[in-house]
């Protein structure tokens, strides 16, 4: 069974511009999120896709980020414009079970962005 | 908002026994505690989860006090392939930010 993977490993951009990130998860985990390790902080939860709904949002840092997973399967996070501080490690994970019993996450192995 | 706090580094022999604490104070009715491994340039790797009391798998052991403020992973003899930073997770479906990383523990192994 393929792992998560994610799109690209490593992105550089300056700032101001707008950058994509994708990540397919596991066949057949409904479940998708999204966190983010910037610079010397722990890593933050983002968001939670259930199939193609937005489960919770509420960690998203501000209206620069927008997530879409279309059709229930792979997810992107676009950040736009990027800022400096935007810069840091973005994981995704997928689980099979329902957010109501909570399931074990398989990560991806992380985009690392950097903005300049 | 919850805060899941973690000692900052842990040194430890090959062949010992290893305990890492997460300190979790405001955990949810329907939190669960979830503990993972990252090693350099991966992401984090699932290791052992639980509710309450204990739970146990082939490579390590969670225990959960009555309060559920505070969990402990438990790492029998050690290898220094588990040269690794390890992470609580605390979450479920009550509340917002639902799921929060501990601040991770830098465990090495030396020989």
């Known amino acids: 069974e393929a792992g998560v993977t994610q799109f690209p490993s490593h992105s550089v951009i300056e700032k101001g511009q707008t950058v994509t990130l994708r990540c397919d998860p596991i066949?057949?985990?409904?479940?998708l999120y999204w966190y983010r390790r910037v610079m010397g902080k722990e890593i933050k939860f983002l968001l939670h896709?259930?199939?193609?709904?937005?489960?919770?949002e509420s960690g998203m840092p501000n209206n620069r980020f927008l997530a879409e997973r279309t059709g229930g399967t792979y997810s992107t996070l676009k950040v736009q414009p990027a800022e400096l501080e935007d810069s840091g490690v973005y994981f995704c994970?997928?689980?099979?079970?329902?957010?109501?019993?909570?399931?074990?996450?398989?990560f991806g192995p992380g985009t690392r962005l950097t903005v300049t | 908002l919850a805060k899941t706090t973690q000692p900052i580094s842990m040194d430890s022999y090959e062949g010992q026994e290893v305990n890492i604490t997460c300190s979790h104070n405001?955990?949810?009715?329907?939190?669960?505690i979830t503990w993972y491994q990252q090693f350099p340039s991966q992401g984090p790797r699932f290791i052992i989860q639980?509710?309450?009391t204990k739970v146990t798998n082939e490579v390590a052991s969670l225990f959960i006090p009555a309060d559920r403020k505070s969990s402990t992973l438990s790492l029998p003899r050690v290898s220094l392939s588990d040269t690794a930073v390890y992470y609580c997770?605390?979450?479920?479906?009550?509340?917002?930010?639902?799921?929060?990383f501990g601040t991770g523990t830098r465990l090495k192994v030396l020989a």
């Open positions: 997770l605390v979450g479920g479906v009550s509340g917002t930010y639902k799921y929060i």
């Open positions: 405001n955990i949810a009715t329907n939190d669960y």
């Open positions: 639980g509710y309450k």
């Open positions: 896709f259930v199939k193609e709904s937005k489960q919770d």
């Open positions: 066949s057949g985990h409904d479940n």
């Open positions: 994970a997928s689980s099979r079970r329902g957010a109501g019993n909570m399931d074990e996450q398989y």
